[in-house]
Nanobody
Framework: QVQLVESGGGLVQAGGSLRLSCTASGSIFGINTMGWYRQAPGKQRELVAAISTADNITYADSVKGRFTISRDNAKNTQYLQMNSLKPEDTAVYYC????????????????WGKGTLVTVSS
């Protein structure tokens, strides 16, 4: 079974920084795309950033220039460096892994972490 475990959330003042980490554990041959989503109270879950194995990166317009996504394929780990945080960044941040293959011939599966809370105070 593949599990995604996030860490690094917490409370920070506006203008501060946090770094989120997410590690995929289990029997993993490869992961296509890793990404971060967030869900604020009363709102739908939205994409924050995503990175493919070829390092193709996508950011939500609201975080461009402030957040940086990266990954370490050898460790099946991704990171989200969040700078210049704003109160509107407050949300539960979820790690997502798409196209997770347990062997080279198996079909890719998608997985979600349980989420980590980021709270930005004004």
């Amino acid at each position: 079974q593949v599990q995604l475990v996030e860490s690094g959330g917490g409370l920070v003042q506006a203008g501060g920084s946090l770094r989120l980490s997410c590690t995929a554990s289990g029997s993993i041959f490869g992961i296509n795309t890793m990404g971060w989503y967030r869900q604020a109270p009363g709102k739908q879950r939205e994409l924050v950033a995503a990175i493919s194995t070829a390092d193709n990166i996508t950011y939500a317009d609201s975080v461009k220039g402030r957040f940086t996504i990266s990954r370490d394929n050898a460790k099946n780990t991704q990171y989200l460096q969040m700078n210049s945080l704003k109160p509107e960044d407050t949300a539960v941040y979820y790690c997502n892994a798409q196209g997770v293959k347990r062997t080279w011939w198996s079909a890719g599966m998608d997985y979600w972490g349980k989420g980590t809370l980021v709270t930005v105070s004004s």
